[in-house]
């Protein structure tokens, strides 16, 4: 089964607070004996040097590491506290076979899509997030087969929603409903950050819609000769 949640947590709150536009997308997630719980995140949008600065101070972690930057992501690793909730939750999900497929946070709150091996799991493991006082609100449950709709077109949960919003306020109407501040303003976020999910939305659409027709239309082509 897979299980959508949004997570009322501190952790890294308080870097993207102090960082407006940035947005984190989780690359992986481990614990050891020595380690209570790391992550290695990709963040994007905002201005680094400050949510560097934000990161050294954030409470939530006790160690943090730039490990990769390439054009305007930056690859980091992180290591939390061991009394956050974040870390009992994690143990959880391994004890109950489950799987983080995708987490991110836009400076909003966090959003995360995991797999589990039934109802049953999913419903021990929020009784097992409530009681280490981890405040998790479920968002959808479907089965494996079926995809969240902006999974299908490889959009992000962020990129998804400045779409809908865009175009629902009259953003793409001839003439323009709604300006790019206005969307923002709905979204509550920074007009950089909005601009910048409709980019990466709008190309994720394209690759996932008209790029695929253009390459089968090359192959089929390929194929007849």
Partial sequence: MIVEFDIDTDVLSHA????????VVVDT????????????????????????????????ITT?????????????????????PEVEAYRALVDLDGVVLHAENDGQGWFLRMRFPGRESIASFRERCWEADFDINLRAVYDREQQA?????????????TLLTALRNGYFSI????SLQDVADVLD????????????????????????????DVEALEADR
């Fill in 16 to 23: 993207l607070e102090h960082a407006p536009g940035m947005s």
């Fill in 29 to 60: 997630l481990d614990a050891s004996d020595a380690v209570p719980l790391r992550n290695l995140f990709w963040a994007s949008g905002g201005d680094f040097d400050r949510f560097e600065t934000a990161l050294a101070q954030d409470p939530t």
């Fill in 64 to 84: 943090f590491e730039m490990l990769i930057e390439e054009h305007d992501a930056r690859l980091y690793r992180v290591q939390y506290a061991a009394d956050v």
């Fill in 149 to 161: 709709p902006e999974h299908r077109f490889g959009l992000t949960t962020a990129q998804h929603e």
């Fill in 175 to 178: 003439p323009r409903g709604a």
């Fill in 189 to 216: 976020v920074s007009s950089q950050a909005t601009s910048e999910r409709l980019r990466r939305g709008m190309k994720a659409l394209v690759d996932a819609t008209l790029a695929d027709e253009d390459r089968e």
